[in-house]
C-alpha cells in the first residue's frame, strides 16, 4: 500500500521522536508495557538508525492520543505495514487541520481521520 506515500519519504516524519525507554519513563510505565502497546497497536514505533522510535506528538501526559489505536488498527486493516502507516499519519494534507493526519487527529477531527483511514480499506 505505498501508493499513497510521498516521493521523499523525510516529507512524511513526525518532528521529534522517543525510544521506548523514554514513552516508558515519560508515561511512567514499565518498558513491557509500552512493547505491549506497540503489539497491540495502541501505538506505533519504527525503526530509525537501528532503534525503535516512536513519534513524540503521539504520546500525550496520559498516554497515546486517544483514537490513535482506532486508526491504527484501520491502517492495518487495509494492509499497511507500520512504516506506510507512519508515513500516512504524516503526510502533508492542507485539507487537515495541522496539515498532516496525526496532528488532525491531536484535534477534533479525529472522526474525519478515522473515516479516511476506513476508506482505505475499500
Known sequence: MTDSAPADDHAAEPAGW????E??????LPI????QMIRERELI???RDGIRRVPADL???????????????LLADAGYDDEESLRWLYLP???LPGGT???ALAGDQAREIKRRAQ???F
Open 59 to 73: 504520546v500525550g501526559d496520559q498516554g497515546t492520543l486517544k483514537h490513535l489505536p482506532g486508526v491504527l488498527n
Open 45 to 47: 514505533a519504527v525503526r
Open 23 to 28: 514513552v516508558a519513563e515519560h508515561l511512567d
Open 18 to 21: 522517543l525510544t521506548l525507554p
Open 101 to 103: 493526519a496525526a496532528a
Open 119 to 121: 476508506a482505505l480499506g
Open 32 to 35: 513491557s508495557k509500552v512493547h
Open 93 to 95: 494534507d492542507d485539507s
